[in-house]
């Protein structure tokens, strides 16, 4: 039997909808590194469970019973209540995995067959069951057939009203058993992910029991499912892009109309107001607020215009004779002047001419996004700015003393709307630093960033310098 598609609850946005979602004839494996991943996956897994009128039971052997019930009453779960009308049960390895003595994987695959039975007979729509698989460390006898088990399960679940979650500690089991377990799977849940399983292997092939010409067949059906996959994923994304690129355009339209009334009106209130007296204040403070919003959004539209740019690989760029530290001089001026309403202070250090052949606008977006980030980030604090030459190459460093980045997110922040935080914290659509990425990039240069967490970033624009002739200069 070859893997199928990837079940409908795949489909969740998170792991809680996703372990709520579950359906009978699910099969998975969590394979966790702390606490907080196991109860993430186990709590939604069971409350669910109880929710759907179906019978939940959890097999103890790294916890107690005790320490699973307190889980649940903290999770919002009346234990008691659902313990007295039996749709809760919680039992030891040795009621279960070794009620006889030993395990045995038929033997357990009949405990579960006449438990579900059992669940339908007292009127329960189903059986959940979820168990922590650290007893087939144990010395019993059987414990080394855990991975037969596992994989005969798999003839078990499907078609049944039955579902389970086998829980391995990550940190107990050899990397040959969570190897194994991995293969006898169709769902893993690693982490705060649940994931369709393609390293997931039939019975007959984990129990040695496939021909050669099915594992090629497996095999090949493997790279079809995930090819296809592949495609799917990049039809949404171009299907994403092909909307920005729309929806920006169209935006654009009535985004400029609007943004010339406000002139308009604004020159109108000058030309009626010769006089301090005949001036109003709250329309002006009104017109004036009005007008920073309209540059805001519509920042934020030529952002997704330059995003569908970028990926059509339409971000052309026109060259001409540019003084790099004339233009950033003038970038933080204009930035003091539009960025920063709580005038955090802007130090740029002097320097002389450094003139390059570049794109003078999409330099000036480059160099304001890179501003606009450190006043975001930089928690109030002053930035500095500097501009200098190293060998054939120009250099523009933006430093700031604020929140700083974890290791892991000094590269991510550089893509398309990815951020360091949350965006409830920090408005955006986290773009700024990818379209600079790319201008760096278009123009044959980089941008980088060394940070500290909670001691400020350093980020860094370096560019060749292609000398202008002298009659670009001219």
Not at 191 to 197: E, K, R, T
Not at 275 to 283: A, F, I, N, T, V
Request: glycine share 8%; hydrophobic share 40%; proline share 5%.
């Amino acid at each position: 039997m070859l893997q199928h598609s990837p079940p409908n609850f795949l489909r969740a946005t998170n792991l809680q909808e996703q372990m709520r979602g579950m359906t009978h004839g699910a099969h998975c494996c969590l394979v966790y590194e702390s606490p907080e991943q196991q109860w993430a996956a186990i709590l939604p897994f069971i409350t669910a469970g109880l929710m759907h009128n179906e019978v939940c039971a959890y097999i103890t052997d790294d916890r107690s019973i005790l320490e699973v019930r307190h889980a649940l009453q903290a999770h919002g779960v009346d234990v008691d209540a659902h313990v007295r009308r039996k749709a809760l049960t919680f039992m030891t390895k040795r009621e279960a995995y070794l009620s006889g003595g030993s395990f045995s994987p038929s033997g357990m695959i009949s405990f579960l067959g006449d438990t579900v039975r059992q669940a339908a007979a007292n009127g329960f729509s189903g059986f959940r069951v979820t168990g922590e698989m650290t007893w087939a460390l144990g010395r019993e006898c059987g414990c080394e057939d855990v991975v037969e088990y596992e994989a005969l399960l798999n003839d078990f679940f499907p078609g049944s009203r039955s579902l389970a979650v086998c829980q391995y500690n990550r940190q107990r089991f050899s990397a040959e058993l969570i190897r194994d377990v991995l293969r006898t799977h169709p769902v893993a849940i690693l982490g705060d992910q649940l994931c369709s399983n393609l390293f997931y292997e039939t019975p007959a092939m984990v129990l040695g029991r496939e021909s050669a010409e099915q594992r090629v067949d497996w095999m090949m059906h493997q790279l079809r499912h995930f090819r296809a996959a592949e495609e799917n994923l990049e039809r949404a994304v171009q299907g994403r892009d092909d909307f920005l690129g729309v929806a920006s355009h169209e935006l654009n339209t009535p985004l400029t109309a609007l943004k010339l009334q406000v002139q308009g009106l604004q020159r109108l209130l000058t030309q009626r107001a010769p006089g301090p007296e005949q001036e109003d204040p709250k329309l002006i403070r009104a017109l004036g607020r009005t007008d920073r919003q309209m540059r805001r959004l519509s920042k934020l539209v030529s952002d997704l215009l330059d995003v569908s740019r970028i990926n059509a690989r339409q971000l052309t760029l026109r060259h001409e004779a540019v003084d790099l530290q004339e233009l950033v001089e003038e970038a933080v001026e204009s930035a003091s002047d539009e960025l920063s309403p709580l005038s955090v202070p802007f130090s740029v250090q002097p320097g002389t001419p450094l003139i390059g052949l570049w794109d003078r606008s999409r330099l000036e977006q480059a160099v304001t996004n890179l501003l606009s980030n450190a006043l975001k980030y930089g928690r109030g604090r002053p930035v500095r700015v500097r501009v200098f030459p190293h060998e054939d190459k120009a250099f523009l460093e933006v430093e700031d003393w604020g929140i700083g980045l974890r290791p892991e997110d000094r590269s991510r922040i550089f893509e398309r709307f990815e951020r360091a935080i949350s965006s409830s914290e920090i408005s955006g659509l986290g773009l700024g630093l990818f379209i600079t990425r790319e201008i760096a990039r278009a123009h044959g240069g980089t941008v980088d960033v060394t940070s500290t967490l909670g001691e400020g970033s350093t980020f860094t624009l370096k560019l060749p310098i292609i000398p202008p002739s002298p009659l670009t200069q001219a």
